[in-house]
Nanobody, 117 residues
């Protein structure tokens, strides 16, 4: 299995930028794709951005054109968030997906991002 630790969350003003980092350890060679999700109280955890082992990425409509996702040597995952809005406020989670469909995602502990207006 893989262990994931997020960092980089905090409180910023609307329009500012923030970069989240996810550090992966353990059997990182088994990771097929990594992703960022976010969750607000009482709501489901939603996909923000995903990047696969070939570098292909996808974004939710709400962040497309503002956020960017990247990986560094399979052990680090980044989420660069530009032009932040108050509605981006959430706990952001890093996730790892595996080639074996029988193995569920691994999750980090989450990092809080708060955007004030």
């Amino acid at each position: 299995q893989v262990q994931l630790v997020e960092s980089g969350g905090g409180t910023v003003n609307a329009g500012e930028s923030l970069r989240l980092t996810c550090a992966a350890s353990g059997k990182i060679s088994t990771i097929q794709a990594m992703a960022w999700y976010r969750q607000t109280p009482g709501k489901a955890r939603d996909l923000v951005a995903r990047i696969d082992s070939g570098g292909a990425s996808k974004f939710s409509d709400s962040v497309k054109g503002r956020f960017d996702i990247s990986r560094e040597n399979a052990a680090k995952l980044y989420l660069l968030m530009n032009r932040l809005k108050p509605e981006d406020t959430a706990v952001y989670y890093c996730a790892a997906e595996y080639a074996d469909p029988e193995v569920g995602r691994s999750w980090g502990q989450g990092t809080q991002v708060t955007v004030s207006s």
